[in-house]
């Protein structure tokens, strides 16, 4: 009898070992994969803003500072007002920076 009490709670111990390193592997498993699905998300961020690199400061600047009139209710009521432009199709806009950068290199 003592002997059976004895190999039980080796049994205990060993599989309260084996359960306590089952439990430490996954958890690190969960953190590298965790860890290593921010590094892509991380990266695919950065990848986001190369754009800016390879379009020309001065487009953007030129685009950033230019102006758009929207047209106001004001002078749609008083008569005799010039009517107001309408803005540039996004297109145009995309046209004009591409052919900017062309030009540059």
């Not at 592997?25 to 892509?40: H, K, Q």
């Not at 950065?46 to 400061?57: D, E, G, H, K, S």
Request: net charge neutral; proline share 5%; with cysteine.
């Amino acid at each position: 009898m003592l002997r059976a009490n004895d190999s039980v709670s080796r049994l205990r111990l060993v599989i309260l070992v084996l359960l306590i390193v089952e439990g430490v592997l996954v958890c690190l498993g969960a953190v590298g994969y965790a860890g290593w699905l921010l590094s892509r998300v991380a990266r695919h961020r950065a990848a986001l803003y190369t754009v800016f690199l390879t379009v020309p400061n001065n487009c953007l600047r030129m685009l950033g500072s230019k102006s758009i009139s929207l047209g106001d209710e004001e002078d749609e009521e008083e008569e005799g007002a010039r009517p107001t432009p309408r803005p540039r199709p996004l297109a145009a806009t995309l046209e004009q920076l591409l052919l900017c950068s062309c030009q540059r290199s």
